[in-house]
């Protein structure tokens, strides 16, 4: 039941659609790769597009012949990408990536802005936890004008206390 909360959480906080096709390179013993890259977009309407692993050097060509339009990874599997990207820095014709969603790490400002500057999409740090996903992340459409936050809360309530009094804040 947790799991099928968590992907309804990220369905609506990700503006998750029908069309959507996610490429999924996330391992699948991975919370982030059964809720995030499989759950929410099977029971968003979308579709999924299994790798069987991550393979940055067939990673571009996957998402044009796929028509994949979102995906889900780490801090490194984003830089490895963009590397791949190499000196032009766009990815090929016909990629229709709408946004990159981070995984497994903080994402630095300047490795979301540098993803956001290639891809020409939305991109969204999160954050999550095995025990309890998803926690928090920006919403869609979201201009990567805070650096360092999370977002907003997506799923459980949380609450921050007064370190020396114990008494919840705002």
């Known amino acids: 039941e947790c799991l099928l909360v968590g992907a309804a959480c990220i369905i609506q906080s990700w503006g998750l659609r029908g069309d959507d096709v996610c490429l999924n390179v996330m391992p699948l013993f991975h919370v982030g790769g059964i809720v995030r890259n499989l759950l929410a977009p099977i029971l968003s309407g979308g579709s999924v597009v299994c790798a069987g692993g991550f393979d940055p050097c067939l990673f571009w060509q996957c998402c044009v012949e796929r028509g994949v339009t979102w995906y889900y990874a780490g801090p490194t599997m984003h830089q490895l990408l963009l590397q791949e990207l190499g000196d032009e820095g766009t990815p090929p014709p016909g990629c229709r990536i709408r946004a990159v969603f981070n995984a497994s790490g903080g994402l630095s400002h300047a490795l979301a802005t540098n993803l956001r500057r290639s891809l020409g999409c939305c991109v969204l740090p999160s954050y999550g936890m095995t025990e309890c996903m998803p926690i928090s992340t920006p919403p869609i459409g979201y201009a990567l004008d805070r650096p360092g936050t999370s977002g907003v809360l997506c799923g459980p309530k949380a609450r921050v ?8 804040l705002g």
């Open 161 to 168: 206390y007064d370190p020396v009094g114990g008494r919840p």
